[in-house]
């Protein structure tokens, strides 16, 4: 079969590779039918990601259809349709049992396309297939939950559930990538007053207003911190959303947040970042860090069915099978191509 | 001054009284812009509530402007346009510094219309003026919060948050009266999957249809439990909101509800019910009452001004200063008038 | 092999059987090292569980050694020491995912002893081990742990925690038998303020005392209502805990509980109790009801290894191995015997 | 009177100053029959509060014996017994209505002793008497509850409750003076598995496990990091609480911690502390800060009388009504002096 393998720095191609197999009786062979490039494949291709090796199939995102299981695997089937999910969960260690799969102390976590090969392939193997995919609602197309197998439960839970944004109130989402803009819309689930958007983009801001902003603030070229008093009574915002991943960013979102306030972390860090203690430690204010869990999987895929969540909104460029490379250019060169996710059809 | 007074079951009349006066001095003496009439005076009118005495001016909703206000009043001023909440708390007791007006200890609760003379009038005393009335907000008009002064927040509090209802939900609401339409309406801004109405009124289930709910079932011709059980894999619904009072309304609502399900009960009930404890003892089931408190008005206020919620949609009917009883027939003969609200202006 | 099996309504007998085997690939053979008996085994001797066919084996508490696991049993190990639980989880139902695993819907839930053969016998068969079985702490005991698999984790789920137990609170607990001598000793986990007893029996409200309750009352001889409001300023308690499964006793707890205060029904009950709901209704209560999950037998584990809780207090009586039926009659006639729990040794 | 009055950085004097009185309504003259020293008076001592002016008069604790009170107080009457609290409370502001006091825009937050006179004085005058003062239980002596003005609650609310301490927790306090001691003693109200108490000096650690601490690290001899891993499987503490106030410590906090677990800081900061969020992003945790509240002191005069909590403990030093500044001395040299907290009777 084709995949994208991973070969260092910067070297990434589409090649032949071998079927991956059953290893483990709770494995799934599933054929990829509809897959996507996350921000965080940009960072392996870049070399941030040092534990990912030569060789390495990538992909951690996926929509296809079980080609086989083993004979440990209960509840998934071969020919079912199978939303493939970030996160792997062995579904009985400690975290697993309290649905915090992200931190899996039984071989789960972001393992695909990471420690394991991923879905950036014909074929992906799916260690402990069933506490590590989901059935595709009937009815549903796989654009319409592809972005369920990692940004819009990323969001959800890392920025909105743990941000506890609640009806009225005034949330500020700093950084309107794909991450930004699936804070933004599901943000909107709790029908807060005010969705503010931050970001140095003007294109970025325009698409945030499409995705459930209704202010927009250009940090490049206004005050956030005046910007938001001016709204908030002087007060600051209810729940502040970071989703870029740096110090400044960071730091931005704890000057937002009103006293009693959440600062909800997204962005992926790598470099610390001062947090501000001689003003915040009086301030009551609730940060949280997170890896997506993805125990709000079956929530939002009752929200797609039932129409509360349009996922597939996010989706502006579509790849035929062999163009993985494109697609990658694509993605990275988003400022210029307009791209938020990129789908592509490898099994077809 | 003219006043609604209750002269015992079945006999209220527009009349004149004394105007009223600062009594303590937390009181504030407010002009009676606007004003409507709740389920609940209609009770009192039928002689359902004995506590109720002769002589009293009826009425706990309100929009209005400050006359006056005693020493110890500090937020409140003369001139100001105020929110009258049907509940009045002391702002010191155990309960009150809890948010737990309803039930407050120092001479608050439920008392305008009630234990006091009400709003049914050109002027009402508010006691505890700091604690009991909230500033209309800028641009709002007495239509667009009228609403908030009970039967939002009681649906709101006693509904949708004791009932916890949470995106993807299916929510029933058993009753589709004035409450339990500020039910639907209020838990639509929780993003549920579905809103189930159910009553016996064809025409109550089309204003629920309008209100936010997307499914109605008409409980005179179609079993809700079967049918509920069809939409929701035989489990049933994730939070039954009683919006009705009676004993058969309250046990199909504990009939309605999933393993781990929530029943909210907002209904008056005049007399016991049965629970089926030999079938809900293993059903962790939560089940709550709750008089409202109206701690969450502040946060409607904000739905209403930033148009997360419209509260004016209630109103139907809107009656001349002169007209409280053509108003209160036709809010009693609601099934005929098609009355879901009235509003009068006392003062003008 | 030996087991108590069942034969119809007061027919049990401790008989030759055929020894259990692997049926799925999920599945654990555990000797049974020491074994208890519940009152809910006592429900099914006297025919109240009609479910509960002739031939079946009781039993569902147990600690054990494993003797033998499926090949898709991941995390147990024969020779290890483990806690059997009451509750068996599939661990992949929606239920499960949530740790409601009293509810689960992929064949677990209270089937030990119930719908299948149970841990009465000198060896057991437990479905999906992984998530059903306890590893035993190093240096514990059997009877350090054995009430774990019940009764503790019932009383504590279903009592404390849905009862939202808290520093300082007045907890009432309605009946004084092994449930609720454990909602007493957990609820102090929690250090409230006073935890009153309620029962019928003296030796039973000396027993509380013993267990951790501060103030014992006799409902047989004075009034509980009038006594609760002695001691909580007219108000009632902070939470009430139903431990009898009685209409009378359940009424009675929702008679005690203060304005926001909490009911949590552990009780089994036969028949419909009657709500007060014209009382209740502006009572802002909670009352929940629930089958044990065991999701905090973890905790409970660690609260006995580090001290905190002593859950071989409740062990009054021992019996050798072929003494089950004297066994049956110590704990049947507690009123006599003063048996709290008795434990067997059946593998010896 | 006299009273402790700040001069500048390093001078204090207890010297004749007017005796207060009543300015607003609301206002009540309160004799002082016990006061304490808090570590943020040493702050102030030391000139860290620029805020703090020449002139002022210290203190923001104590037991006294109301004298007069304005016209506008409704609950606190001449010859009260009250609790003067850290946090003065104007009751009616958005952030009071939710309890959280400490960050009242109407007026209150923390002014006794910052920015109005104080209560290390014969005589205080205290804003918003009715929601600043507690009355003291009966039977209660004013050193059972004087460390309720501040120490205790603050602990509680800002290490314990944000830090969500439950049963079987292990615990980290980091430093253990007076306000570490206090998160020990409180944190034990909920039943942790173990409390850790880090600290540089041997006499604090002595004392960290008479107030409740198993276990004690001398961090300047053992890493914590190490030895915290050794207890907790290598996962870390549930809860770390930081009670110091140094960047170092803190960053210690965020190294103690499990995937999922709290940061509750408590320390007063001076600077800016490192967030490795290049290692903490995906860690799940939460980080809290705060001011206390007090919403938590009727809770705790509960558990004081109930015998749950004993707050005299804290008292090592007692002082007559002219020994201020002795009394100064030795709480500031505690290494030597080994005090925790001294009492002062200025009224005697």
Redesign the interface.
């Known amino acids: 079969m084709k995949a994208v393998v991973y070969h260092g720095p910067g070297a990434i191609a589409w090649e032949e590779v071998a079927k991956p197999t059953i290893l483990a009786?709770?494995d799934a062979i599933v054929r990829v039918d509809s897959v996507t490039i996350c921000g965080s494949d940009l960072h392996i291709w870049k070399g941030d990601l040092p534990e990912v090796t030569d060789g390495r199939i990538l992909g951690h995102e996926a929509v296809g259809t079980v080609e086989s299981v083993g004979?440990?695997v209960?509840?998934v089937h071969r020919g079912d349709r199978v939303l493939v999910s970030c996160i792997t969960a062995?579904?009985?260690c400690?975290?697993c049992?309290?649905?915090?799969y992200?931190?899996c102390l039984?071989g789960g976590g972001w393992i695909l396309g990471h420690n394991i090969d991923g879905t950036q392939a014909e074929f992906v193997r799916v260690p402990f297939a069933?506490?590590s995919t989901y059935p595709v609602p009937s009815g549903a197309s796989d654009e319409d939950i592809l972005m369920l197998a990692d940004i819009l439960p990323t969001a959800y839970e890392v920025g909105v559930l743990n941000g506890t944004v609640?009806?009225?109130d005034v949330v500020a989402v700093v950084g309107a990538g794909p991450i930004g803009l699936s804070a933004i819309t599901s943000a909107?689930?709790?029908?807060p007053?005010?969705v503010v958007a931050i970001d140095l983009a003007y294109s970025r801001l325009e698409a945030a207003k499409q995705f459930g902003a209704d202010i927009a603030i250009n940090n490049g070229v206004e005050d956030p911190v005046a910007a938001i008093a001016s709204i908030t009574g002087g007060l600051g915002v209810d729940v502040a959303i970071e989703a870029v991943?740096l110090?400044a960013t960071?730091e931005l979102a704890t000057k937002l947040v009103r006293?009693?306030g959440h600062v909800a972390?997204i962005?992926?860090?790598?470099?610390?970042?001062?947090?501000?203690?001689?003003q915040?430690?009086?301030?009551?204010?609730?940060?949280?860090?997170?890896?997506v869990?993805t125990?709000s999987t079956?929530?939002?895929l009752?929200?797609v069915?039932?129409g509360?969540l349009d996922a597939k909104r996010f989706v502006t460029h579509h790849f035929a099978p062999d163009q993985f490379i494109e697609a990658y250019d694509t993605f990275r060169n988003a400022g210029e191509t307009g791209a938020l996710k990129v789908v592509l059809t490898p099994s077809r």
Do not use: M
Request: glycine share 18%; charged share 20%; hydrophobic share 20%.
């Open positions: 009786d709770t004979t440990g209960k509840n062995c579904g009985t400690r975290f049992r309290e649905g915090r992200g931190q039984g069933d506490t609640r009806p009225g909107r689930l709790y029908s007053g005010h991943g110090p960071f006293p009693g972390n962005g992926v860090h790598g470099e610390p970042a001062t947090l501000h203690l001689e915040l430690w009086t301030k009551d204010i609730t940060i949280t860090t997170g890896l869990d125990y079956p929530t939002l009752k929200l069915t039932s509360q």
